[in-house]
């Protein structure tokens, strides 16, 4: 619930450090309470301690993105450079034209001087708040998809993030007609399209998600079945799977030892030509 709440607020962390400063807090609180339910003082006390640690997360990688990007060395970056950035190298890539105009509006907030440009401070205050605007617009959507189509709390689970998307594709594939649902023969190109069957849909990998609609797909199969379809589908993937990734772990463990070390898998990484070229990329 705690977390459901730091969703709801645009404090879900996005990455290792982020998720590491949450449990954290959470654990730290826990202790602190001597239990795992938290009353309204606490929950503010432990909300105010994880904004200020994720914040702190942020202005490092914010401090570190501004002086990599800054490559006149005017300590400042033209607007352009500042949006490029919140895609490229922040993953908040504006998926609709309310997310672009709210973050053009946080933009032109945190622009104090209308000069054009965002200093360090005004980059990492336009870092923050347009994180949290965005994450809080795009869970308002989950939350509204997920409570249109009364979806079991599994499936939410399973595809949060992803409903806005997923339903965007559905209605692309439903052609107009989103109540009637997908017809049978789009439902394999539809999860070509999420990401779920390969592009080639001649590969033996689609074989078992031909299997499940033909097993459970009707003529039309309405959003929330097809979510279930979805579901079913990746675990047939992985278990089709399995056998060829453990055969590939096993090449891969050199000194049979059961885990990948460091070099093993620095050597994996060269064979498929994954190797870091840059600071920058071996900083990621």
Request: hydrophobic content about 40%; proline content about 4%.
């Amino acid at each position: 619930e705690v977390r459901n709440i730091l969703a709801d607020i645009g404090l879900t962390p996005q990455n290792r450090e982020e998720k590491f400063e949450v449990t954290e807090c959470i654990n730290e609180m826990t202790q602190k309470i001597g239990c795992e339910e938290f009353t309204f003082e606490p929950f503010l006390e432990l909300l105010k301690e994880v904004r200020e640690r994720v914040r702190q997360v942020q202005n490092e990688k914010s401090w570190r993105l501004f002086h990599e990007a800054d490559v006149k060395g005017n300590d400042s970056l033209e607007i352009a450079d500042v949006m490029t950035l919140l895609e490229t190298k922040l993953g908040l890539f504006l998926r609709s034209a309310e997310e672009s105009s709210e973050a053009l509006n946080v933009l032109t907030q945190c622009d104090s001087e209308a000069k054009g440009a965002l200093n360090l401070e005004e980059f990492q205050l336009f870092v923050q708040k347009v994180r949290a605007k965005l994450l809080t617009l795009r869970r308002r959507e989950e939350v509204s998809v997920a409570k249109k189509f009364q979806l079991e709390p599994e499936i939410v689970s399973e595809f949060r993030s992803s409903l806005p998307f997923l339903w965007k594709v559905f209605e692309r594939y439903s052609f107009g007609k989103p109540d009637q649902g997908l017809r049978k023969e789009d439902l394999l190109p539809f999860m070509v399209d999420i990401g779920t069957a390969p592009p080639n849909t001649e590969e033996m990998q689609c074989l078992p998600l031909l299997d499940i609609i033909k097993e459970f797909a009707g003529q039309y199969t309405k959003f929330p079945d097809v979510l279930e379809l979805v579901q079913k589908a990746r675990v047939a993937i992985r278990a089709s799977l399995e056998e060829d990734l453990t055969a590939s772990f096993r090449h891969y463990d050199r000194d049979g030892s059961g885990e990948l070390s460091f070099q093993e898998i620095y050597g994996i990484l060269e064979e498929f030509g994954m190797l870091p070229r840059t600071k920058v990329e071996q900083h990621e």
